[in-house]
């Protein structure tokens, strides 16, 4: 399925560390290169995922317009793990408690809301994939602990 849609604004990186969020575990107390991560992100690579994501989404049309409305997609995160050598990132979503919080007259299912949070997630891994295969030019500099064994 397609998503007729064109892509929103790319999220502005903000200096956020990674292990605030309670899904993200990132083993490395380096600089995130978050700026870098959003000049790629203004310089194609937001809309190169995005066009990606929104030809093999299961969203709808209107399911879309409720995650423009909450202004899920300036919420996502995108940071370098320099630990494991990747880009992480933190998606957005819909809270566990959103009937009870009565955010948006169009979320009212649980499809839906389940919908909006998976497929977010989808579209965070994406743009990960093509920041890491198109974009990132640098590798981790891995220092080894000074008390390793040494084998002959």
Same mark, same amino acid.
């Given at each position: ?15 956020? $560390?990674? #292990?605030?969020? +309670? &899904?993200?575990?990132? /083993? ?6 978050? =700026? *870098?991560?959003?000049? %790629? ?14 030809? $093999?989404? #299961?969203?709808? +049309? &209107?399911?879309?317009? /409720? ?6 997609? =300036? *919420?996502?995160?995108? %940071? ?19 009937? +009870? ?37 640098? +590798? ?13």
């Amino acid at each position: 399925m397609s998503l007729d849609v064109g892509p929103p604004e790319p999220p502005e990186l903000e200096p956020i $560390d990674p #292990d605030d969020y +309670e &899904d993200v575990e990132v /083993v490395s107390d380096s600089d995130y290169r978050r =700026e *870098e991560l959003g000049d %790629f992100l203004e310089g194609g690579a937001w809309e190169e995922a995005f066009d990606t994501w929104r030809d $093999d989404t #299961d969203m709808d +049309e &209107d399911t879309f317009a /409720v995650v423009e409305d909450l202004g899920l997609f =300036e *919420e996502y995160d995108f %940071f370098w793990d320099a630990f494991a050598d990747r880009v992480g990132y933190h998606s957005p979503g819909v809270p566990e408690n959103w009937k +009870e919080m009565d955010i948006h007259p169009e979320l009212n299912t649980w499809e839906r809301a389940s919908t909006i949070n998976a497929e977010l997630a989808e579209l965070g891994q994406i743009v990960c994939d093509v920041l890491k295969a198109s974009y990132v030019d640098w +590798e981790s500099e891995y220092d080894a602990p000074d008390d390793l064994p040494e084998f002959d």
